[in-house]
């Protein structure tokens, strides 16, 4: 099991642990509210439920957990959804359905910083009382600027994405004209056009699917020693939560 897998094996446990004992003091008809309720606590506030200070602490965590964990399985989810092609017979092209997902893996990634460095910087405001603040912010700053450097060059393409222009690679655009040239030109010539643009497209897919893997495992690599300093500070050497 891995520093992430484990992290994940006992943040889940204790909100399991948590839920069950709400469930075991409701009431019959209070009980299809609880974990709803639960789920909407904030730090600072609670909503509809009795839940002790401690118990907000760990909801906030399992929450921030969560949304990492939903970035992570979406940008492993694009490695499928580029290798197939679903919408045959459609208006939708191949060149911008591979485009589509392309630029939602960058916008993805971007996300997945956020919420890393987030977390962080939550942590370090709960923990701010702690007598082991001085080390936790110490912790804290190191990972920050691993997640900064590892995100970098991925940041800087999602910049130019949302604010100079749309994320476009060369080759989807050749493919796309030659998906255009397709349709409007006449029958004798489309077979050979039709070859290089199956051909083309093939070795697009082939090198994004790559790139993707490989950033994949290397955001992989990140967790293990993100989640390993994270479980240092958050949890005892029996998966107890430590309270700030």
């Not at 940008?75 to 939708?92: A, C, G």
């Amino acid at each position: 099991m891995d520093k992430f897998e484990k992290f994940q094996k006992t943040i889940f446990s204790l909100v399991g642990e948590l839920i069950r004992s709400k469930f075991e003091q409701a009431k019959d008809n209070e009980q299809s509210n609880i974990i709803k309720e639960l789920l909407c606590i904030e730090t600072e506030k609670k909503k509809g439920v009795n839940a002790s200070k401690k118990d907000i602490f760990l909801m906030e965590l399992f929450k921030r957990f969560t949304e990492i964990d939903s970035s992570y399985k979406q940008l492993k989810d694009v490695e499928v959804y580029i290798r197939q092609f679903p919408y045959e017979n459609t208006s939708i092209s191949k060149s911008r359905y591979l485009q589509y997902h392309i630029g939602n893996y960058f916008n993805e990634m971007y996300i997945l910083k956020e919420r890393l460095c987030g977390y962080l910087n939550k942590l370090n405001r709960l923990y701010s009382k702690d007598h082991r603040y001085e080390i936790i912010e110490k912790l804290t700053k190191v990972m920050s600027d691993s997640i900064q450097n590892t995100f970098n060059g991925i940041t800087n393409i999602r910049g130019h994405h949302v604010h100079e222009y749309r994320y476009l690679d060369k080759e989807l655009l050749r493919i796309g004209a030659l998906e255009g040239l397709i349709e409007s030109i006449g029958e004798d010539f489309i077979e050979t056009l039709s070859f290089f643009l199956q051909r083309s497209y093939k070795q697009s897919v082939r090198e994004w699917n790559h790139i993707i893997q490989k950033n994949n495992e290397e955001i992989k690599n990140l967790f293990n020693i993100y989640f390993d300093a994270l479980s240092k500070i958050l949890f005892g050497k029996k998966g107890k939560l430590i309270f700030p």
